[in-house]
């Protein structure tokens, strides 16, 4: 039987905090240096599943990529309330051009 780890929600407070209410963590930030602190915390203090809003995934860009080798956290890019940047889908072509050595899904 598998570990149950935590789950966190990340991002601005429009986009985030109705995810309170299914018991996910939800930590309201949009300062990058923050973020990453907050995402170093979470990784450190066993969250399996780290979800980001897209604009809080860019301002701390260099930490997330820091665990894209990594097994955990998995870190997840959602839109936020106010509309999709296209990196959440930018993250998938990456991890599948990775992957499979090519980007098979242009």
């Known amino acids: 039987m598998s570990e149950i780890r935590k789950v ?3 991002g601005d407070t429009a986009s985030v905090s109705g995810f ?3 018991g ?3 930590f309201c930030e949009n300062d990058g240096t ?3 602190k907050l995402i170093n915390r979470l990784a450190a203090n066993d969250f399996g599943v780290i979800y980001i809003t897209e604009p809080a995934a860019v301002l701390a860009a260099d ?3 820091k665990y894209r080798s ?3 956290p ?3 890019l959602i839109p936020a309330v106010e509309g999709n940047t296209g990196e959440g889908m930018k ?4 991890a599948v051009e990775k992957a499979v050595g090519s980007d098979i899904l242009n």
Request: proline share 0%; no cysteine; glycine share 0%.
């Open 8 to 10: 966190a929600v990340i």
């Open 20 to 22: 309170a209410a299914l």
């Open 24 to 26: 996910l963590s939800v």
């Open 34 to 36: 923050k973020i990453s």
């Open 63 to 65: 930490t997330i990529k």
């Open 70 to 72: 990594s097994r955990l």
């Open 74 to 76: 998995a870190i997840v």
């Open 91 to 94: 993250a998938v072509h990456e």
